[in-house]
């Protein structure tokens, strides 16, 4: 009996998985709507019986990602951090960086950059003290880019160039791991991005079309992720050309 019900708990914990992980893939591609944030409260209210601490961190992630897409920011903040004090309690590096990482781009969102990089680094210099395997690759390169971003937002174009390459060096050492087509495409757009600013910034408009156009092109075979998702990079991206040629890009 006591088998039985532990092998009918693993289907539960396997399908409510599955259910995640499709939400994630949508996400990325742009492909959301509000039955997602329905099926998500119900995974994390099965995840509580269940008492899954991992579980219970992935579905309110994806939550609070969904209200952050929704500009609902304080309640974006309000999951995030809750995922964060289950994933310090589990010592879950993978997770504290993603959350990281999805911390400060709220605070970014709330157009304070300084304090996403306040909130980000500590995460960040994490990475200077662990080795980063293939199973951490993602949630480095995510935390990584989005860091970058806001770097480049703050006008600290050196240390944006640093960890830029960093990012750039794990995509690199690790170029088979499981990264969906959505996902490479996504990375690319932020490197181009960071990269045109970075170079615009520097006086080096040449390299800034260049990498405009990688943007671009990136967000083209990206689609409707492009518009709803790195849209808005580009719509910082004017803001941040102020060159009389900016237009070029």
Same mark, same amino acid.
Request: with cysteine; proline share 2%.
């Given at each position: 009996?006591e088998q ?7 289907n539960i914990e %396997?399908d ?5 992980e499709?939400?994630? @893939? ?9 039955? %997602? &944030?329905?099926?998500?409260?119900r995974? %994390? ?5 269940l ?5 219970q961190?992935?579905?309110?992630r994806? *939550? ?6 929704a500009?609902?920011?304080?309640q ?8 964060m004090a289950?994933?310090?309690r ?9 959350l990281g990482?999805? *911390?400060?781009?709220?605070?970014r969102g709330?157009?304070?950059?300084q304090? @996403? ?7 960040? &210099?994490?990475?200077?003290?662990i &080795?980063i395997t293939p199973q951490?690759?993602? /949630?480095?390169?995510?935390a990584l ?8 937002? /703050? %006008?600290?174009?050196?240390q944006?160039q640093?960890?830029l390459?960093?990012a ?5 050492h690790?170029d088979?791991t499981?990264?969906?087509?959505? &996902?490479s495409?996504?990375?690319s @757009?932020? /490197?181009a991005?960071?990269?045109a ?12 079309r260049?990498q ?13 992720? /492009?518009?709803?998702?790195l849209?808005?990079?580009l ?11 900016e237009e070029a890009?």
């Open positions: 009996m039985a019900d532990q092998e009918q708990t693993e %396997h409510l998985n599955q259910q995640i499709t939400i994630r @893939a949508r996400l990325w591609q742009g492909d959301y709507d509000t039955q %997602h &944030e329905v099926i998500l409260n995974t %994390h209210s099965e995840a509580v019986t008492r899954n601490l991992p579980l961190i992935r579905s309110m994806l *939550l609070g990602t969904l209200a952050y897409l500009m609902n920011l304080d974006a903040r309000t999951y995030i951090n809750r995922a289950l994933a310090m589990l010592q879950d590096t993978a997770e504290m960086l993603t990482a999805n *911390l400060g781009y709220i605070y709330k157009g304070d950059p304090e @996403a990089v306040r909130r980000f680094t500590p995460f960040i &210099e994490k990475l200077d003290l &080795e951490l690759s993602r /949630s480095a390169v995510t880019l989005r860091y970058v971003v806001c770097l480049v937002l /703050s %006008h600290d174009y050196d944006a640093t960890r390459q960093q750039n060096q794990i995509l690199k690790y088979e499981d990264l969906t087509p959505e &996902e495409l996504g990375f @757009a932020y /490197s991005y960071a990269r600013v970075i170079a615009m910034a520097r006086g080096d408009y040449d390299s800034a260049v405009c156009q990688k943007y671009d092109d990136a967000n083209r075979r990206l689609g409707r992720y /492009s518009e709803r998702l849209g808005r990079l719509l910082l991206r004017v803001e941040l050309f102020t060159e009389p040629d890009c």
